[in-house]
């Protein structure tokens, strides 16, 4: 980048976002690396290359969680070789983030279908945070299902809210609770829904209180079922960052001597899950493991990948 203060400009709504979702969040870092294509310095192909491989990494820093910034930083290297020119190269990453840009939302499209299949007609649905993925697939069809969508809260931004708001609007009986009903309610739905900001080793990655929905949900033999486009697929090796502390003031301003947590991802063993959708599959967690072993990952991701394993925080669960 010609000045760092065009790059934190770009970076700074993206890092500032703590509501969308994967999806909104990728369509925001696709439009960075589409601009700094035409703003990085570069003398050759290689060095248009080694610069955008810098703002990739800045653009997956600032939502470590998100996969699909992985699979968008590399689509855009592998555009910028792809000419002999720098100005080729210039257009071919404007164009490769246009594409995937645009490749999210028919991802998504036939994702909710898929998933629309395999929800019960009868029984409520319960599911956490505002996934996009989840909403298309519970409005689709709807009126064809009798029961509820249950939906938590989803402390502290509250992202529930909207979800629910939405349904409500368009004719879906909702039931909404706090995020501590979990346990409660899970064993009177036929189905949990999940979306997925990433798949990858520690498994199955969304907001935080999806492992108490998950587990309550295993414990009384109620299905899980997870809805998300294969941009949300980490390859092997690909660290899937949770230690994200987040501002405690979002919680709440405690008095002194007390910390507040707060943390807004967490893993979800693949074993707890039945099944996972996406637009080119419906598969469970052991077809996943071979499908993530043939997702390549350019050098430099991976070698900031290796960095981070070897440098970076705690990948979770730390008090």
């Known amino acids: ?21 994967a999806a909104v969040v990728a369509r925001m870092g696709a439009e960075v690396m589409r601009r700094a294509a035409g703003r990085v310095e570069a003398a050759s192909v290689a060095e248009l290359r080694s610069a955008l491989a810098g703002v990739g990494i800045r653009v997956i820093e600032a939502q470590p969680a998100m996969a699909p910034l992985v699979g968008l930083v590399g689509k855009a290297l592998e555009a910028s070789s792809s000419s002999a020119t720098v100005e080729g190269g210039r257009q071919a990453v404007r164009e490769a983030c246009d594409a995937f840009r645009d490749g999210l939302e028919t991802r998504a499209r036939v994702v909710a279908a898929r998933a629309a299949g395999l929800l019960p007609r009868d029984g409520d649905i319960l599911t956490v945070s505002s996934s996009s993925t989840v909403r298309a697939a519970l409005l689709h069809g709807a009126r064809e299902r009798r029961g509820r969508v249950v939906i938590l809260e989803s402390r502290p931004m509250q992202e529930g809210r909207a979800l629910a708001t939405t349904l409500a609007r368009e004719g879906v009986p909702v039931l909404f609770a706090v995020d501590a009903a979990a346990c409660a309610l899970v064993p009177h739905c036929a189905m949990v829904l999940l979306g997925a900001d990433s798949i990858g080793d520690l498994g199955i990655v969304n907001k935080i209180g999806s492992l108490a929905v998950a587990r309550a949900a295993d414990l009384a033999g109620i299905p899980v079922i997870v809805a998300t486009d294969e941009t949300k697929i980490l390859p092997m090796g690909f660290p899937q960052p949770l230690a994200d502390e987040r501002p405690a003031d979002e919680v709440w301003r405690p008095p002194a001597n007390v910390r507040v947590w707060n943390r807004y991802f967490e893993a979800i063993p693949t074993e707890v899950v039945r099944t996972i959708v996406t637009e080119s599959a419906t598969m469970g967690p052991d077809e996943m493991e071979v499908l993530r072993a043939d997702i390549p990952l350019p050098d430099e991701l991976r070698r900031w990948a290796r960095a981070w394993a070897q440098d970076g925080p705690e990948s979770g669960g730390s008090m």
């Open 1 to 21: 980048m010609d000045k760092a203060p065009h790059l934190d400009a770009l970076l700074a709504p993206l890092r500032a976002d703590v509501v969308s979702g």
